[in-house]
């Protein structure tokens, strides 16, 4: 069983930073990509970015220049800083794994975190 688990959400004024983690725990299992989501309300969920297991990125056109998402492999662990915050930014954010377990691919997500951001 593996459990993606984000922390890092919160109130921020408009300008501020914040920082989101997602690891994963469990055994036995591989993780290959994983990425950040977002919804805000009222709206559909949205890509914000995703990371290879080599490291490889993209963004959200949103979000380009503001956030930078990172992984640690070691730790099982997603990053998304993110800076200048905007309104606009408002949503749970939730990460999501692509993984292998043996020969099975499968995927995942957390249980999402909140962000708010004032003006």
């Known amino acids: 069983q593996v459990q993606l688990v984000e922390s890092g959400g919160g109130l921020v004024q408009a300008g501020g930073s914040l920082r989101l983690a997602c690891a994963a725990s469990g055994s036995g299992f591989a993780i290959n990509a994983m990425g950040w989501y977002r919804q805000a309300p009222g709206k559909q969920r949205e890509l914000v970015a995703p990371i290879t297991r080599g490291g490889s990125t993209n963004y959200a056109d949103a979000v380009k220049g503001r956030f930078t998402i990172s992984r640690d492999n070691a730790k099982n662990t997603v990053y998304l800083p993110r800076n200048s915050l905007e309104p606009e930014d408002t949503a749970v954010y939730s990460c999501?794994?692509?993984?292998?377990?043996?020969?099975?691919?499968?995927?995942?997500w957390g249980q999402g975190t909140q962000v708010t951001v004032s003006s």
């Open positions: 999501h794994a692509h993984l292998r377990r043996g020969h099975v691919d499968y995927h995942d």
